[in-house]
């Protein structure tokens, strides 16, 4: 079974507000979560990385994790169109090498 | 600088061909995956490599799908035979050996099987 979880499966936001994208893994042994970001027919390409409880910020985005949940979010403000990407989180345990993978979240940011 | 490469960008296979697809890794990467994308099942693994041993094949994906990494800065996954459930769009990956590092992908290698 899919054990990173993630909400909701789509979003539309209006062009220059807040996107709320949501991640828990159901694997207690996990340590390491990351956001990618893929764009229609592109690879998926890393955006940000969250290790440690608490919030990482870097520029229009911004990250929570709290790990006794296993959950982290990722907000974007100010949403352009070109944030329109399928966004999918990874996570991996300390023991491990692999990610596991969610099934993203489509985001389309409306002009 | 160059990224994760992956040959052909498509492809086209008649059912119950062979058919086998190329990775080149990031320069100095020691571990590298074989993804599945499809917008049902999202990303899945196939293979994982590190410093050329299999480390683990994918289970469900076991009988008609085979990795290998004959050298550090080459792999191939092989489908046989091939099914039209197969079509999807396939991943290679690395990354440096250190569990909390980035994966970096390549631009796949789109599959369609008739």
């Known amino acids: 079974q899919q054990k990173v979880q993630q909400s909701p499966e789509s979003l539309i936001v209006p062009e220059g507000g807040m996107a709320s994208l949501n991640c828990t893994s159901s694997?207690?042994?996990?340590?390491y979560f990351w956001w990618y970001r893929q764009h229609s027919g592109k690879s998926p390409k890393m955006l940000m990385?969250?290790?440690?409880?608490g919030e990482k910020e870097e520029g229009r985005f911004t990250v929570h994790l709290n790990k006794a949940s296993l959950h982290t979010s990722l907000h974007i403000r100010d949403s352009q169109p070109s944030d329109s990407a399928l966004y999918l989180c990874?996570?991996?345990?300390?023991?491990?090498?692999?990610?596991?993978f969610g099934t993203g979240t489509s985001l389309l940011v409306d002009p | 600088d160059a990224g994760v490469t992956q040959t052909p960008r498509h492809e086209v296979a008649e059912k119950g061909q062979t058919i086998i697809l190329k990775c080149e890794p990031v320069?100095?990467?020691?571990?590298l995956f074989w993804y599945r994308q499809t917008k049902i099942q999202g990303l899945e693994l196939l293979s994982y490599?590190?410093?050329?041993?299999?480390?683990?094949d994918g289970g469900a994906f076991k009988d008609r799908f085979k990795a290998e990494m004959l050298n550090s800065s080459f792999s191939t996954l092989k489908i046989q035979p091939t099914e039209p459930k197969d079509s999807a769009v396939y991943l290679c990956?690395?990354?440096?050996?250190?569990?909390?590092?980035?994966?970096?992908f390549g631009k796949g290698t789109r599959l369609t099987v008739v």
């Open positions: 990385s969250i290790f440690s409880n």
């Open positions: 990874a996570a991996a345990s300390n023991m491990g090498y692999k990610l596991t």
């Open positions: 694997d207690r042994n996990v340590d």
């Open positions: 490599f590190r410093s050329k041993s299999l480390m683990e």
């Open positions: 990956a690395s990354s440096s050996d250190r569990a909390n590092t980035e994966v970096f």
């Open positions: 320069s100095g990467h020691n571990d």
